[in-house]
């Protein structure tokens, strides 16, 4: 039974959590991948995607509330627009990384990464040993995997 060890990519391109959000788009567009690791001293921090990058490009939607007796209630979710706001004003990866991130090591087989992919809509997977990471499975290796 294959292994993520098996289908990996071991030469991964990160980013720090200070890099630039133009500099990861960079990045991402050069080598033609959907995301990057985000590590600090060593350790995987988060994550940054296309869809994470996306954010800054769309229309800012407002939440809609009602001004009753002077205080403000809000119809819609007040904390989903404030984090969507920190992504759309970021300058920084470290400010618009998604932080929990799910990891696999490099024993995990190929069919419960696909489970994993699967069930948690989830792109690419970092590979830790040991709490460092050495590799990342992305949908792309499962499928080039299905085709050897």
Known sequence: MKTARDIMTGE??????????????KLMSEHRISGLPVVK???????????????????????????????????ESYRKFREEFKKYIAVKVGELMTTEVETIEPDTPVNEIATMMSREEINRLPVLENGKLVGIVTRADLVRNMAE
């Open 12 to 25: 991964v391109i990160t980013v720090d959590p200070e890099t630039s959000v133009e500099e990861a788009a």
């Open 41 to 75: 001293d060593g350790k995987l921090v988060g994550i940054v995607s296309e869809k994470d990058l996306i954010v800054k490009d769309k229309k800012l939607h407002f939440p809609e509330y009602i001004n009753l007796i002077g205080g403000i209630i809000y119809i």
